[in-house]
């Protein structure tokens, strides 16, 4: 069976479905919201959730990959040099390791940096979160290459698909009761 592949091309008009494109360019990025995403992208298929803070990928290389955002060492570096308030000279990516709230501001922190540094833009925005996503999976340098311009890795596709995708609420159900049928008088 053919695999399904990720599209981003809005639909022909006159469909009622709301595409990914559409859903995900009409409102501004929700930071915490693609972090979750991402975090699920890197993480999900590896790891049970209730084991992301503690995972370390990427054993066979000099610097391995911390807690749930996969950050390696060089981030961190790059995040110490740009935030040096933030992060303190001796900081490691080992810190990561159980560390919720670190992880998060680290990644958010590491976003941000490839949207202004390596891209000159202010932040991550809807227009630019593609190549930052492609930044931060193939490294920093990866970002502006001419063959993810035309077409976004899977890699940032999935990420968008995952923050596009509507969490099912699930609400307290009351059991319905047996309708009751009136008497008969006899």
Known sequence: ????????????????????????????????????????????????????????????????????????QPAIDDLKKSMPSRYPKGMKAKELLGNEKLSRQVTKDYLNLIATRYRKDLKVTRENVFDVLHGYNAGPRAVGKEEYKEKPSKYAVDIINEYTRKKKVLSKVTPRRKPTLPKRKK
Do not use: H
């Open 1 to 72: 069976m053919p695999k399904k592949k990720s599209s981003l091309k809005p639909k022909p008009e006159g469909s009622n479905n709301v595409t990914l494109a559409t859903k995900f360019y009409s409102n501004p990025i929700d930071m915490d919201k693609l972090v979750d995403a991402l975090w699920k992208r890197e993480m999900g298929s590896v790891v049970r959730k209730d084991k992301w803070e503690s995972y370390i990928g990427d054993k066979n290389l000099k610097n391995k990959a911390y807690g749930p955002g996969q950050i390696r």
